[in-house]
């Protein structure tokens, strides 16, 4: 097994644990978790429904701006790291960007073995929460993210180690715009209305005495986790309009959310629709003749009706003189 390293800060392991943590009380969903390496310290964490690069945003905020800046966060090849496609070239992910940023290097394993030591806290935490969530009868995410930092003390009273060497190699990150960095960010070159587009949706920068921009020129926004954007232009942000959503094109759905996503168009059995009391199904009979059209008199339909039920092989189940028709029967057919 590697060794661990001799600084609390110079490597965090960050991984995700999708599991039934209510099991048939709740959703499924997901244990961020942040462990230092040297320690196997948890030092936070939060529930959230998957692993997305906004949740990992908000996890990793939280964890900076309380421990500050680490040296290198080892994750896994999630796409949210990692751009595991060959023909991109070089592109970055959000996460990739916000942590070179912030000085932070981003380390991706082989397998699952090689960040053991969150691996090891998920497999305990999953035996564990689990059992513990039943007994309070805890059935949300934020029932059990408000019930989690007990747990966490509870864990890291009973597996942390003291690091082999008591300094502290993380960066102080006071005075740094943690929620500016880690947050997703676009280039985009505005038409000649200056208006841009992001996720289908719309937006315009009106006119202004406090910025020039105008068509062709290239600018950066930032969509906070919040969801309204803004741009960066030499420093200072901008608001735009929302002008609204254009036809959605064909989705982009994350493996690991799949099922998930297919199981919302499958229809429920137990909401099949069912024909009302009055339909011409449920009474077992066909429907009525449509309606005479303006200018056409009744006697016409009546004859040919009439015809009907009189010509041999011809019968329909009615004629014109019958006020209430009965269903056909095994020798009308």
């Known amino acids: 097994m590697r060794e661990r390293r001799p600084l609390v800060g110079e490597l965090v392991q960050a991984d995700g644990s999708p599991h039934h943590w209510f ?61 595991n496609r060959l023909d991109v070239g070089d592109q970055e992910t ?31 935490l999953q035996g564990r929460l689990v ?9 949300t995410i934020e029932e059990a993210n408000r019930a989690l930092p007990e747990h966490i003390r509870a864990f890291n009273e009973h597996f942390a180690v003291a690091p082999s060497n008591s300094e502290d190699a993380h960066r102080p990150s006071n005075g740094i715009a943690l929620s500016d960095i880690l947050a997703r960010r676009y280039e985009r070159v505005l038409t000649a209305a200056r208006t841009f587009q992001i996720d289908d949706h719309v937006y315009a920068i009106d006119p202004s005495s406090t910025h020039r921009l105008r068509k062709g020129m290239r600018v950066n926004i930032v969509l906070p986790r919040s969801g309204e954007p803004f741009v960066l232009y030499k420093g200072a942000r901008i608001v735009p309009r929302y002008l609204g959503a254009l036809q959605r094109r064909a989705k982009v759905v994350d493996s690991k959310r799949l099922n998930e996503h297919v199981d919302r168009y499958i229809p429920d059995p137990r909401k099949a629709h069912k024909p009302g009391a009055s339909h011409p199904m449920a009474r077992g009979r066909p429907p009525s003749p449509s309606p005479a059209s303006p200018g056409t008199s009744l006697n016409c339909y009546a004859g040919t009706l009439s015809h009907c039920a009189n010509t041999p092989g011809g019968r329909h189940g009615w004629s014109a003189r019958e006020s209430n028709p009965e269903p056909l029967g095994v020798s009308d057919r």
């Open 131 to 139: 059992k513990e969530f039943r007994l309070t009868n805890i059935c």
């Open 94 to 124: 959000h996460m990739q960007r916000a942590l070179r940023e912030l000085g932070i290097e981003l380390i991706c394993a082989n397998s699952p073995q090689a960040k053991g030591r969150v691996e090891r806290a998920n497999r305990t």
């Open 23 to 83: 099991e048939d009380r709740g959703d499924p969903c997901t244990l961020l978790l942040y462990v230092d390496d040297a320690t196997t310290r948890i030092l936070d964490a939060c529930f959230a429904e998957h692993e997305t690069t906004n949740n990992y945003f908000a996890l990793f905020e939280e964890a900076l701006g309380r421990h500050g800046l680490p040296v290198s966060i080892y994750t896994d090849k999630h796409g949210v790291f990692r751009i």
